[in-house]
Structures are given as C-alpha cells and as structure tokens.
C-alpha cells in the first residue's frame, strides 16, 4: 500500500484527496520552473521553438569559437611597426625646429644667399670697331682695360650715364665677359644696340633700351 501524501505546512499525516494529488503530480517542478522563467516557455508546449532557440545558441557558439580560433592565428606586431622611429628628413613644411623658431631659416637663407648670390642675367651686344675699355666711366680715364676687337660680342651687364663722347652719347656699359669681368667699362656709342653684328654704326641707336640701369 502506497504512502499518502503530507502537507509541508500541515504536520497531521493527513491523506490528500484526489483533485489534490493531480493537482501536486502536474506542479511544475524546480528545474521546470527555472527553464520557463529562462526562456519563457512552458516544457510541455512551443517544442519547436525550443529547438529553434538552442539551434541559434549552438550556431552562437561555434561563431565565437571560430573567431577565438582566426585571432590566435593573427601574429602580434613586430616591435619595429610598433616603435618606428621618427625620420630626421624634413617635411614640405620643415622640422620642428624651423617651425618653432622662424627666425633660423631666416638666418639660413640669407647665409645661403650669400654663399651663392644670384647671378645676374647679361646682354649681348656687338662692338662695330675695336672699342677702348675704362675703369672709370665718368671720365673716360682710370686704368685702361683690354680693348674690344671690332664686330665683337660681349656680355654686358647694364648700363650707366658717363662721360659724354663727341657726338653726345653720355651712355656707358660695363662689360660682363671675361677678361673685363665687371671691372671695366665701354662707351654705348661703340655698339650697334639694335641686333646687327656688321655694317656701318651710322644711324643705330645710342644704347640698347633693354640693358637694365646699373
């Protein structure tokens, strides 16, 4: 003969009825009501969807296992990419040091300016007869330089107002090639200022209006 059923709250060992012990054999049990409150389904109803939810935390799984398993295959970065030292080659804008304090490029271009001035542009321009140099333009005197052969080219630098030779020409250039190198100079008068190489200097111009003032 089965033992009846106790009341936990009841310490009488008094028999439950029927409706009573259906009703105690269909009360969910602790791990019933601990899959209901976690899932939010009954054990005895929604099987599919049961299956559907452990299918999705199954696939979850292995998503995270395999992308545990890519990473450990990814080699640390090397020292040398994580250290990389910073170049000493300028920037476009400079260093750091030239952006801080303006005032050294200053310093540096004009020193390299004075290493190397610019050079200046020259002339050509052709002597009609053999042409006496001077190194004094003022006067037509100082010491006199090498003479220029005629229907010769030379470069001249510029042009300056001087002494006036007879026919009134008070313009002067001062020849840029070598031997004169700067140091001596030669009456316009003498040149054809106007491209010819030959001919007669009659009617060509007194100086060549390109040349620059010296």
Known sequence: ???????????????FSVEEILNERTKPTLW???WTSLTGLTPHRNIASAVALITILM??????????????TISPPSSSTMHKPRSSKPSEYGTASDIL??????RRAASAQAQNPPVAPVFAETTGGATTTWSDYTDAGGNE??????????QVSCRISGFAVADGNIWWYRIASSPWRN?????????YN????????????FY???????
């Open 145 to 154: 330089g090498p003479t220029i052969p005629a229907y010769t080219t030379v």
């Open 101 to 106: 304090h303006p005032e050294s490029v200053t």
């Open 59 to 72: 696939a979850g799984i292995t998503a995270v296992s395999e992308t545990a398993a890519h990473d450990s």
């Open 183 to 191: 140091t001596f100079f030669a009456s316009a008068d003498a040149f």
């Open 194 to 205: 106007n491209g010819a190489t030959s001919g007669s200097l009659k009617g060509t111009p």
């Open 208 to 214: 060549d209006p390109a040349l620059p003032v010296c």
């Open 32 to 34: 019933q009501r601990y």
């Open 1 to 15: 003969m089965p033992t009846p059923l106790h009341r936990d709250i009841d310490s009488s060992p008094e028999a």
